[in-house]
Structure formats: structure tokens, C-alpha cells
């Protein structure tokens, strides 16, 4: 029902900027929960930010706050992940994900637990020290 395609990734500098995106095509709705993950090998998959489509409302890892913003365009049909004051450890194989939910359920993952149905290939980027 959704499909996700993810674009941007490359190597970048420590302390530079990088804009990550992804395409999504299919049932996105208001009711839809959308997010970015990332992955670095030998670490454990990490939930980044996560936005609520009807809400437009957010939530970012601690790791990420207030360095890094999600956006959509277009009713989720497009998802930014704009990463700025990149460090060595954002490195990682990032994944933008969806799911239909409640926005309760979408933006407080320290409570809920809350699976993601759809996934994309994942975009890898890369911070260079």
C-alpha cells in the first residue's frame, strides 16, 4: 500500500549539512506516522525523528535534537530529513519508515510501542572527521 524511496545520502565533513529525503507513494493519509531510522554497524537500529502527517507535529531522538529537522511537502508524499552539525557518530545507513496510527502512538516511543509496516532501502551517510 506504501512505498518508500529514499535519496540524498553521500560523505560530508564534520560540522557540515546534509538534506535526506524520501518518496513516498501509495496510501499515505493524515492518520499516517512517518519517521527516520538509522543504523551503524554493531549498533542497535535507532529511531531519529518521527512526524505525524495530519499534525504536522514531531519528535526528535535526544541524540538529534536541535541539530536535525523532519518536514514533509505535500501531505507525506515527500519526507525531509535536514541534518546539520554533522558528527562522526551520525554515520549510519539511514531508513525512512510509515505506519498508520494514532499521533499519541506515533510521537512518544519511550511509551508505546509502536511497529512500522513500511520501509525503505535505506540511503547511507557517511561523516567524515
Known amino acids: 500500500q506504501v512505498q518508500l524511496v529514499e535519496s540524498g545520502g553521500g560523505s560530508v565533513q564534520a560540522g557540515g549539512s546534509l538534506r535526506i529525503s524520501c518518496a513516498a507513494s501509495g496510501n499515505i493519509r493524515g492518520s499516517s506516522c512517518m519517521g527516520w531510522f538509522r543504523q551503524a554497524p554493531g549498533k542497535e537500529r535507532e529511531g531519529v525523528a518521527r512526524?505525524?502527517?495530519?499534525?504536522?507535529?514531531?519528535y526528535y531522538a535526544d541524540s538529534v535534537k536541535g541539530r536535525f529537522t523532519i518536514s514533509q511537502v505535500n501531505a507525506g508524499s515527500t519526507l525531509y530529513l535536514q541534518m546539520n552539525s554533522l558528527k562522526p557518530e551520525d554515520t549510519a545507513m539511514y531508513y525512512c519508515?510509515?505506519?498508520?496510527?494514532?499521533?499519541?502512538?506515533?510521537?512518544?516511543?519511550?511509551?508505546?510501542?509502536?511497529?512500522?509496516?513500511?520501509w525503505g532501502q535505506g540511503t547511507q551517510v557517511t561523516v567524515i572527521s
Open positions: 519508515a510509515a505506519e498508520y496510527s494514532s499521533e499519541g502512538y506515533c510521537l512518544d516511543p519511550l511509551k508505546y510501542r509502536f511497529e512500522f509496516k513500511y
Open positions: 512526524l505525524y502527517i495530519g499534525a504536522d507535529s514531531t
